[in-house]
C-alpha cells in the first residue's frame, strides 16, 4: 500500500498523521465535547503533554496514529518495504517513549486512555468508547 503513493503524498500523509491538531484528533475533540465532557488540550506540565486531559476524572486521552504509534493487527500499521532497519529503529523508539509515557502519568495517578486513528472514522464506536473509557462503573 505505502509503495504505490507518490513521495509527495507520502510525505502529506506522514504529516497530517505525526502533527497535532491532525484530522483524527479533531474528531475525538469534537466527539468528546458533544458528549458534555470539560476537558483541556495538549496539557504540557504532564508526560508526553496529552492531546485531550480530562481534569475532572484525572483522565488524558492520546489520540494515536496508527503507523507512528504501531496499532498491533490494524492495517494502518504497515511496514514500508525499503529501509526496514530504520523504520524498525523508529517504531521501536515512538513505542518506547509511549509506554514511559503512560507509566509516568500513571504513576502520577493519571489513567491513560487511547483511542486509535482508526477507531475515530466510526463516530457510534467512538461515542461508545470514550463513554466506556471517561464513565467507568
Ligand atoms: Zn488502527
Given at each position: 500500500m505505502a509503495d504505490i503513493v507518490s513521495p509527495a503524498r507520502r510525505s502529506e500523509m506522514m504529516s497530517r498523521i505525526r502533527g497535532k491538531g491532525t484530522k483524527p484528533e479533531l474528531v475525538v475533540r469534537s466527539a468528546a465535547h458533544r458528549l458534555g465532557f470539560r476537558f483541556r488540550l495538549?496539557?504540557?506540565?504532564?508526560?508526553?503533554?496529552?492531546?485531550?486531559?480530562f481534569p475532572g476524572r484525572k483522565t488524558a486521552l492520546f489520540v494515536h496514529g496508527c503507523f507512528w504509534h504501531r496499532h498491533e493487527g490494524?492495517?494502518?500499521?504497515y511496514v514500508p518495504k525499503s529501509n526496514i532497519q530504520i523504520w524498525h529503529e523508529k517504531f521501536e523508539k515512538n513505542v518506547a517513549r509511549d509506554r514511559s509515557v503512560q507509566a509516568g502519568l500513571e504513576g502520577m495517578g493519571w489513567r491513560v486512555a487511547i483511542i486509535w486513528e482508526c477507531e475515530t472514522t466510526d463516530s457510534d464506536g467512538l461515542h461508545k468508547r470514550l463513554k466506556e473509557m471517561l464513565c467507568p462503573r
Amino acid at each position: 500500500m505505502a509503495d504505490i503513493v507518490s513521495p509527495a503524498r507520502r510525505s502529506e500523509m506522514m504529516s497530517r498523521i505525526r502533527g497535532k491538531g491532525t484530522k483524527p484528533e479533531l474528531v475525538v475533540r469534537s466527539a468528546a465535547h458533544r458528549l458534555g465532557f470539560r476537558f483541556r488540550l495538549h496539557v504540557r506540565k504532564l508526560p508526553g503533554s496529552p492531546d485531550l486531559v480530562f481534569p475532572g476524572r484525572k483522565t488524558a486521552l492520546f489520540v494515536h496514529g496508527c503507523f507512528w504509534h504501531r496499532h498491533e493487527g490494524c492495517p494502518y500499521c504497515y511496514v514500508p518495504k525499503s529501509n526496514i532497519q530504520i523504520w524498525h529503529e523508529k517504531f521501536e523508539k515512538n513505542v518506547a517513549r509511549d509506554r514511559s509515557v503512560q507509566a509516568g502519568l500513571e504513576g502520577m495517578g493519571w489513567r491513560v486512555a487511547i483511542i486509535w486513528e482508526c477507531e475515530t472514522t466510526d463516530s457510534d464506536g467512538l461515542h461508545k468508547r470514550l463513554k466506556e473509557m471517561l464513565c467507568p462503573r
